[in-house]
T-cell receptor
Framework: DQQVKQNSPSLSVQEGRISILNCDYT??????FLWYKKYPAEGPTFLIS?????DKNEDGRFTVFLNKSAKHLSLHIVPSQPGDSAVYFC????????FGTGTKLQVIP | NAGVTQTPKFQVLKTGQSMTLQCAQD?????MYWYRQDPGMGLRLIYY???????DKGEVPNGYNVSRLNKREFSLRLESAAPSQTSVYFC?????????????FGSGTRLTVV
C-alpha cells in the first residue's frame, strides 16, 4: 500500500522556467510533509517542509503547497537552474516518515 | 565534517555470506534509521532507533538485524545475504523520531549480492 505517491517518474524543464513536482498521499493522519533532493551517489538532502496546519511554505526559490482536502502537495522551483537536476522525494510523517518513489527532474540549459 | 558517516561505500557479497553496515552520526541526534532504496520503490524503512537502547522494525525488516551501540552508532547486519537484498542502503538520523526538521542522510552503501 503506497501511502505517498509521486506519479511522474520524470520531468524536463527549461532553465529559468518553473518546475512543479507533485505528490499525493492517502493517510489523513500525516501531520507534516517534506521534500528531499538527491544527487547520484549521494544521500538525500532535506529541502523544505510544511506542517499540516499551513498551506504554503517558501524558502528562496522553493515553495511547497499543501492541499489537505485533496491530499496533495506540490513543490515549485522558480526559476529552475541546471543545478536543480536531481531526484526529488516527497515524504510525509506522522509517527514515522514515509517516502514517495521519487521524480527525476532535468533542467535543460 | 559533521553529519552521518556510512561504511563501506560498496560491497559485493555471495549468497549466504554475512556482513555489517556501519553508521555513525556526530550531531547528537536521538533517532537513527536504516533505509533501502530500490528502483521504482523509493526509500523504505528497514529498522529505526528512536533513542539509545531501543530499536523497532520498519516496513521491510525481514533478513536484517540492527544494533544501537551507543547514541552515535547504529549498525545493520545481514546474517545470510540473499540476491533480493541487493540495494542501496542509507542510514539517517534526526533530533526526534518523526522530526519536522528532516533527516540527515549518509551517502549510502551500494550492496550487490550474487
Amino acid at each position: 500500500d503506497q501511502q505517498v505517491k509521486q506519479n511522474s517518474p520524470s520531468l524536463s524543464v527549461q532553465e529559468g522556467r518553473i518546475s512543479i513536482l507533485n505528490c499525493d498521499y492517502t493517510n489523513s493522519m500525516f501531520d507534516y510533509f517534506l521534500w528531499y533532493k538527491k544527487y547520484p551517489a549521494e544521500g538525500p538532502t532535506f529541502l523544505i517542509s510544511i506542517s499540516s496546519i499551513k498551506d504554503k511554505n517558501e524558502d528562496g526559490r522553493f515553495t511547497v503547497f499543501l492541499n489537505k482536502s485533496a491530499k496533495h502537495l506540490s513543490l515549485h522551483i522558480v526559476p529552475s537552474q541546471p543545478g536543480d537536476s536531481a531526484v526529488y522525494f516527497c515524504a510525509a510523517g506522522y509517527q514515522k516518515v514515509t517516502f514517495g518513489t521519487g521524480t527525476k527532474l532535468q533542467v535543460i540549459p | 565534517n559533521a553529519g552521518v558517516t556510512q561504511t563501506p561505500k560498496f560491497q559485493v557479497l555471495k549468497t549466504g555470506q554475512s556482513m555489517t553496515l556501519q553508521c555513525a552520526q556526530d550531531m547528537n541526534h536521538n533517532s537513527m534509521y536504516w533505509y533501502r532504496q530500490d528502483p521504482g520503490m523509493g526509500l523504505r524503512l528497514i529498522y529505526y532507533s528512536a533513542s539509545e537502547g531501543t530499536t523497532d522494525k520498519g516496513e521491510v525488516p525481514n533478513g536484517y538485524n540492527v544494533s544501537r551501540l551507543n547514541k552515535r552508532e547504529f549498525s545493520l547486519r545481514l546474517e545470510s545475504a540473499a540476491p533480493s537484498q541487493t540495494s542501496v542502503y542509507f542510514c539517517a538520523s534526526s533530533t526526534d523520531r518523526g522530526s519536522n526538521y528532516g533527516y540527515t542522510f549518509g551517502s549510502g552503501t551500494r550492496l550487490t549480492v550474487v
